[in-house]
Each structure stands twice: as structure tokens, then as C-alpha cells.
């Protein structure tokens, strides 16, 4: 069940209401929010990492291998929240030696799972979009 992108717009000065979970994805800026265990799992990685998030709100994060840790396309940076996501696993940390970029918040969408409510902010490099992916969209910004 996918919320198909019509997120609202939050007043971005007040925290996450307690049980919530509030992500922004930049550079498009597009922050959705939900109460935390409700999230239907959408089958795009691990249940509530980025990118099943990112899926069921219609945000676009390539994941050329379909998020099973087979690729780096979801390659995102944690700008907020590192803290309540779970530990990287030892295949994560070895696919993401061949990531580009790579940087000390770096994770795969694919693989970094919500573990407790709060305020997340992610960054998706624009250098890491593969806009010509089958079924994805062609430009930033283009709705699913």
C-alpha cells in the first residue's frame, strides 16, 4: 500500500510528535512522516530502511539490484538521525567499499533500518541517481 507521494508539508521547527518518524530525503526536500511500526513493508530492502520508506511514498532511490545488498545505487548519506538506525552488517560495510563518495554517514537505503522513532534526514547524491533505470523516472523531481 503505497502512500504514492502526497506527503504534507511539516513545520520543520517543531520535533516529531512522540512514536513518530519524520524523514526528509534532499536535495528534493520532501519529508514524510508516520507513526513508527505502521509502515506497510513494500518489499524494496530491509522492512523500514530508507528505501522502503522511500518506496511506499513514491520518493525515487535507485536500487538497480531490487535492495538486496547486491549493488550501491541506494548509497545515501545520514545527515540526522544515525542514532536510531540499526548497525551497519558486515555485507553492507563490505559491498560499500566500492561505493563512490563514500563518507563517514554513508549507508545503503537499502540496508539502514528505522529503529525507534524520531527525526531523520537523508541525503541522496545526485551523482548516484541512475536516472535511465527501467520503470524509474527520467528526471529529478518527476513523479512515479
Known sequence: MSNNGTDHQFDLTIPAAENMV???????GRTVEFAFGTLPYDHHGLPMSFLDV???YGIFLDHACGGVCACTTCHIHIEQGEAGL???SEE???RMEKAPGLQLNSRLGCQAVITRPGT???A????NKN???EGKPLAMGEAK
Open 22 to 28: 519524520r524523514i526528509t530525503f534532499e536535495p528534493e
Open 54 to 56: 522511500a518506496e511506499n
Open 86 to 88: 540499526n548497525e551497519a
Open 92 to 94: 553492507e560495510l563490505d
Open 120 to 122: 531523520y534526514i537523508v
Open 124 to 127: 541522496i547524491p545526485s551523482w
Open 131 to 133: 536516472y535511465v533505470s
